[in-house]
């Protein structure tokens, strides 16, 4: 990764059941987290092509939820930014 380069955090799943629960529990404690899709890099490790996104200044309390709630997940994996936020503007 590049120096400088935003990092997000994707949190895997083996089911979208597991994530939308885990999304739950974020809410709950008011921790934000995005449905989004598994991004290309990471989405052979599993059939399910939902994953929670999460900014790096949220990835701890998203541990410290994970750790004392004990929802089932995959894996968090930090990846350079995907989103593109000018990539449907062509003005």
């Given amino acids: 990764m590049e120096e ?4 997000n ?3 895997l799943f083996e089911e979208y059941t597991q994530g939308l629960l885990l999304q739950e529990l974020l ?3 008011h ?3 995005r449905i989004a899709p598994t991004p290309h890099a990471i989405q052979g490790k599993l059939g ?3 994953s929670l996104l999460v900014q ?3 990835i701890a309390d998203v541990r410290k939820c994970i750790q004392e709630k004990q929802p089932e997940y ?3 994996i930090p ?3 995907q989103i593109k936020p000018r990539r449907d503007q062509f003005c």
Avoid: F, H
């Fill in 74 to 76: 995959y894996d968090i």
């Fill in 4 to 7: 400088g380069q935003k990092i």
């Fill in 31 to 33: 921790i934000p987290s």
């Fill in 27 to 29: 809410r709950a404690e």
């Fill in 79 to 81: 990846l350079p930014c």
């Fill in 48 to 50: 399910c092509g939902m």
């Fill in 9 to 11: 955090y994707y949190i």
């Fill in 56 to 58: 790096p200044e949220d």
